[in-house]
């Protein structure tokens, strides 16, 4: 399964060279920032994962959302450092990555390429896409796993998709929004054409809360209480 099609091979390369533009004017005037609001308590809970790399913790980390976000985080950090600087980087990388696929997500229903570069610009160029693609935050990670569970969507790629939502509702359970207008969808179609195809899409999507379900269950609750 390929994910990353070039549009054009020498189009590619020129999108991916104004995406690592885009991250290393943001490393060059971001990394070394003072923490930016939340920021902070999100390091800490990172740091709390790193040295408390346990199932227990799950059950008393001291944030809302779920755990993916500090997990991933931690990992990097217990291999990389746990420096603002370091996480900062990690948070760069998925940026690049998520850019990478929005351009590949365009690709799907646009052919001008320059309509493409407009497309990604008029997202990338948002201060809230900006921040959060150098601080500390879970959104663009979310995004990304949100990004691929679109494409899933648009070619109806059903691991993709049980594999995209598990790791974005573990990431935010508030992104459990974008799941019943996928099911309706493909009940929808399957219904109409009876496609095993679709049915596959219907029950990798209603399999994908199980693992949210769990944590629901360890917290008693559909959140961590702090």
């Not at 569970?149 to 508030?174: G, N, W």
């Not at 054409?193 to 899409?201: A, H, I, Q, S």
Request: aromatic share 20%; charged share 10%; proline share 4%.
């Amino acid at each position: 399964m390929k994910l990353i099609l070039p549009y054009k091979k020498s189009q590619l390369l020129i999108f991916i060279i104004i995406a690592i533009t885009y991250v290393f004017i943001l490393y060059i005037f971001g990394i070394n920032k003072p923490y930016w609001s939340d920021e902070s308590h999100f390091v800490e809970t990172i740091k709390y994962f790193s040295s408390h790399f346990e199932l227990n913790t799950l059950k008393d980390y001291p944030e809302v959302i779920s755990p993916f976000f500090f997990f991933i985080y931690a990992v990097w950090g217990k291999i990389f450092g746990l420096t603002l600087p370091v996480l900062r980087i990690f948070s760069l990388i998925i940026s690049f990555t998520t850019i990478i696929y929005l351009f590949k997500f365009f690709t799907l229903s646009i052919k001008n390429f320059y309509l493409i570069l407009l497309s990604v610009f008029t997202i990338v160029i948002n201060p809230y896409f900006a921040g959060t693609s150098i601080f500390v935050y879970s959104d663009m990670l979310n995004l990304f796993f949100l990004l691929l569970v679109c494409i899933a969507v648009f070619k109806d790629l059903h691991f993709l998709l049980l594999t995209a939502l598990v790791f974005s509702l573990l990431t935010r359970q508030y992104s459990i929004f974008i799941l019943p207008p996928i099911l309706v969808y493909y009940l929808l179609l399957y219904l109409n054409g009876r496609n095993k195809k679709y049915m596959l899409m219907l029950i990798d999507g209603s399999v994908s809360v199980i693992p949210l379900v769990i944590l629901f269950i360890v917290w008693n609750g559909f959140a961590r209480r702090t």
